[in-house]
């Protein structure tokens, strides 16, 4: 679509796409879409049945990053559901896995899903206008309309099946998909597992989902003014899935959002990585990742850890520099392959509870989590990196905390910069040999360690 700014509205990333050989398409998808109404109870398994309830129409904003030679893709498309938490569309899995999903080809496909990033909600953010992208930009978007969120299942149906590049009306450009993957962080994930347990048993448009960050709770699965139909909380993802599903859970999850009431174990096709030393959001997605290009800075940054500050929205302590976008895109690269007939990522331990409190993570100490997903950040560790503790406005207490260790600590730890870099290489290997650290990400944070001033004389 083209008029009004001269530009999409969405929170994502500043890069030059067609630097990399991408390109941006914003189209307005139109239909009638259907809500749904529940056959029988819905449980804590997950295994919900789901059936047609009533319909309307609706026009909604889908945006694509494709590659422009579309013979280079690796036929698969990242259906991500845009994340309206602010009032606004933002992508932060598109901007935490932007790097790994241009290395392959991919197609990214950022859906509108919600009511809120259309026609927007009374929050506001840092700021900034909360209206949906109507309000964000008239002139562009005055046509879209949105029946409201018992309709957004559906909307995501429809979307995931123009992903396959299939018809005239295809987003992939012409290029044929095989595989589409369903992608979503925090209020998307609450929405994703909703989906996963009601409507995909029936739709069957996805090949693979990567829950990010989900908490305690899902969402409805039909809401006002639409009959209320509410999940329970602690409301599992189903375990009988024949497309495979992967869980990405950070400290946060844990400790903000009651992600511990929900949590389950592997099962044949879901996998759950919990990782150590993470926030829901970070220094990355507040601002790093960005224009990250892949080509190191970004890591430099972030083990720079003095220089991490409360982020835009000036949260009282330094945001949390983990390593949460470098892990996401092995498990979506892993996802993904899974979900192509591939073999399944690996399976990881989970994050330790403490004993005494079992919604709080067990810590060493440094202060860092036990357990998880295990990275240099935590085991080579030059600061404590918490998910929780950053608390002075509504959304800082998503973006954990960073605690830099002093030089006594950093002596206490290591003989010199030397042997700092050395074990920070040895334990970057053992979470690449593992499978949760690609290898463009892992070269980039050994030469991250390498040049750091830690240590150096």
Same mark, same amino acid.
């Given at each position: 679509?083209?008029?009004g700014l001269g530009r999409p509205t969405i929170v994502a990333?500043? =890069?030059?796409? %067609? ?14 879409? $259907? ?16 059936? *047609? ?7 909604? $904003? ?7 030679? $579309? ?28 790097? +790994? ?36 930009? *008239? ?5 879209? $309309? ?24 295809? =987003? /992939? ?6 595989? +589409? ?10 929405? =994703? ?18 829950? #990010? ?5 899902? %969402? ?47 099962? %044949? ?10 926030? #829901? ?34 949260? /009282? ?10 892990? =996401? ?40 989590? &036990?357990?998880?997903?295990?990275? *240099? ?25 960073? &605690? *830099? ?44 360690? %390498? ?7």
């Open positions: 679509m083209t008029g990333t500043s =890069l030059d796409l %067609a630097s990399r050989g991408y390109e941006q398409v914003e189209y307005f998808v139109t239909g009638t879409a $259907r809500s749904f109404s529940a056959e029988g109870p819905l449980g804590i398994d997950g295994r919900w049945r789901a059936a *047609p309830a009533a319909s309307a129409p609706y026009m909604t $904003r889908v945006l694509v990053h494709r590659p422009i030679a $579309r013979a280079s893709g690796s036929r698969t498309a990242i259906v991500e559901w845009l994340n309206v938490s602010a009032g606004f569309d933002t992508a932060p899995d598109w901007l935490a896995a932007h790097n +790994v999903m241009m290395r392959e080809g991919f197609v990214w496909i950022g859906v509108s899903a919600q009511a809120d990033g259309v026609q927007g909600s009374g929050a506001a953010v840092g700021g900034l206008a909360s209206g949906g992208l109507r309000a964000a930009d *008239p002139e562009r978007y005055e046509p879209l $309309r949105h029946p409201g969120d018992s309709f957004s299942y559906d909307i995501y149906s429809q979307v995931g099946a123009l992903a396959r590049g299939t018809g005239p009306d295809d =987003l /992939a450009g012409g290029s044929p998909v095989d595989t +589409v993957v369903a992608i979503g962080e925090s209020q998307s994930a609450f929405r =994703l597992v909703t989906y996963v347990n009601a409507v995909h048993p029936t739709a069957r448009i996805y090949d693979g989902f990567l829950v #990010h960050s989900r908490g305690g709770a899902a %969402a409805a699965l039909s809401q006002a003014p639409e009959p209320e139909l509410l999940a329970p909380e602690g409301a599992l993802v189903r375990t009988d899935l024949e497309e495979p599903a992967l869980l990405f859970q950070t400290e946060t999850d844990f400790t903000r959002l009651g992600y511990a009431a929900a949590r389950q174990p592997d099962a %044949a096709r879901l996998r759950v990585w919990e990782v150590a030393g993470t926030a #829901h959001a970070d220094a990355y997605t507040a601002g790093i990742g960005f224009d990250d290009v892949g080509d190191g800075r970004a890591e430099e940054k972030l083990l720079d850890v003095g220089s991490i500050d409360g982020g835009p929205l000036g949260c /009282a302590a330094p945001v949390n520099a983990g390593p949460a976008y470098a892990v =996401l895109q092995a498990a979506l690269l892993g996802l993904a392959r899974w979900s192509s007939g591939g073999a399944p990522p690996a399976a990881a331990a989970h994050l330790e509870l403490d004993a005494a409190d079992p919604v709080s993570i067990a810590r060493d100490e440094h202060g860092n989590a &036990r357990g998880g997903i295990r990275t *240099p950040f935590v085991d080579v560790p030059i600061a404590a990196l918490r998910g929780d503790g950053n608390d002075a406005e509504s959304f800082c207490r998503l973006f954990g905390t960073t &605690r *830099p260790f002093d030089a006594l600590e950093l002596a206490a730890l290591y003989a010199d910069h030397d042997d700092y870099v050395a074990r920070f290489e040895r334990s970057t290997a053992a979470a690449l040999d593992a499978g949760f650290l690609l290898p463009e990400e892992a070269a980039n944070l050994d030469r991250a360690a %390498a040049a750091s001033g830690v240590l150096r004389a």
